[in-house]
C-alpha cells in the first residue's frame, strides 16, 4: 500500500488542480455569456443580408463580379481556432476538418492558400502545410472594424484573381455544450445557407416579389450590400468560433473538477486504508510485546 505521506502530498495536489480548473470553468461561464450575447446580436442582420442576396439571385440582369463562380484551381481557407487550449477536443476538430477540405481539394488538383486565425491553429499547421497569413490580435477582443480589415484584404485578393473561391471552417456555437464544425464557403456566396437563413427565407417566401424597384442602380447597390455581405458573415463566423470555445472550455473544466473530486475521494479512501492499517499494525505490536512479558 501506498505511504500515507505520498498519498497527502497527491491529494493536496489534486486539490491544488480542482481550485485552478474551477476557477477556469468560472471565468470560462462569464466569458461565454458575453461572447453568446455578442453572437445572438449579430445573427440577426446577417442572417438578413444574407437571405436579401440570396433573393436577389433570382431577379433577372443580377450580376455582380463577386457572385460568380468560377472554376475552382485555386482556393483560400481560412482555419479560426483558439489562442490557447484546455478546451477539449475545440482546436482538434477544426485541424481534423481542414485537413480532411485540404486533402480533398488537392485530390481535385485543386491549389488550397491557408490562413489561420488563433496560435494554436499557426503551432499546428505550420508543420503540416504552408500558411499563407496568420491573422494575430483578432480573438482577444473581436471587434467588427477588425474582423472587416481582415475581410477586405481576403476580398481584395479574390478581386485580383489570384484565387477563385474563398472557404473558411469554424465551430458554429450552438449552446455551451454543442459546437458543430462547419466549412462554409463565403466567396462566391453558397447557396447552402445556414439554418437562420434558410428560416428567413421561408418565412418570407409568400411576400417576396418577383420584381424590385432599384435605386441608384442594381450596380451600385451590390458594389455596396456584397462586400458588406462579406464582412459580415466573416465577422459572424469568428464570433461563432470564440462563443463556441469558451463553451467548450467551459464543458471541459467542469469535467475536469468532477473528475478531480472523484480522484480525491479515491486517494482519501486510500489513505484511510494506509492510516488503519498503520494503526492495526500499531495494536498488533503492543498486544505482542504485552504478551511476550507476561
Not at 440577426?44 to 433573393?55: E, K, T
Not at 480589415?149 to 485578393?157: F, K, M
Not at 485580383?160 to 466567396?187: G, M
Not at 494506509?274 to 492495526?280: E, F, H, L, P, V
Amino acid at each position: 500500500m501506498a505511504d500515507r505521506k505520498e498519498i497527502r502530498k497527491r491529494i493536496g495536489s489534486v486539490q491544488n488542480t480542482r481550485q485552478i480548473t474551477r476557477a477556469m470553468k468560472m471565468v470560462a461561464a462569464a466569458k461565454l455569456r458575453r461572447s453568446q450575447e455578442a453572437i445572438l446580436n449579430t445573427r440577426p442582420f446577417a442572417y438578413r443580408i444574407y437571405s436579401i442576396l440570396l433573393s436577389l439571385f433570382q431577379q433577372e440582369g443580377i450580376q455582380h463580379p463577386l457572385l460568380v463562380s468560377r472554376e475552382e484551381k485555386r482556393v483560400r481557407l481560412i482555419v479560426v481556432a483558439g489562442d490557447r487550449g484546455l478546451c477539449g477536443s475545440f482546436n482538434a476538430n477544426v485541424f481534423k476538418e481542414a485537413l480532411k477540405f485540404i486533402k480533398v481539394k488537392q485530390a481535385a488538383g485543386v491549389e488550397v492558400t491557408l490562413d489561420v486565425i488563433g496560435k494554436k491553429a499557426q503551432d499546428f499547421f505550420k508543420k503540416r502545410h504552408p500558411i499563407s497569413t496568420c491573422h494575430e490580435g483578432l480573438l482577444g477582443k473581436v471587434t467588427y472594424a477588425k474582423a472587416s480589415a481582415i475581410a477586405h484584404e481576403i476580398l481584395e485578393a479574390y478581386q485580383k484573381e489570384e484565387f477563385d473561391a474563398i472557404y473558411l471552417v469554424y465551430n458554429e456555437f450552438k449552446s455551451a455544450i454543442q459546437q458543430n464544425i462547419t466549412t462554409e464557403r463565403l466567396i462566391p456566396i453558397s447557396t447552402e445557407a445556414p439554418e437562420g437563413v434558410v428560416g428567413i427565407l421561408k418565412a418570407g417566401e409568400d411576400l417576396r416579389l418577383k420584381s424590385y424597384i432599384f435605386e441608384p442602380s442594381k450596380t451600385e447597390i451590390l458594389n455596396e450590400i456584397v462586400p458588406k455581405h462579406f464582412y459580415m458573415q466573416f465577422f459572424r463566423c469568428v464570433l461563432e468560433s470564440v462563443a463556441s470555445e469558451h463553451g467548450a472550455r467551459m464543458s471541459a473544466m467542469e469535467s475536469a473538477t468532477k473528475n478531480a473530486s472523484e480522484m480525491i475521494d479515491h486517494l482519501t479512501l486510500l489513505y484511510n486504508k494506509a492510516r488503519q492499517a498503520a494503526i492495526t499494525k500499531e495494536l498488533m505490536e503492543i498486544i505482542g510485546g504485552v504478551e511476550a512479558m507476561t
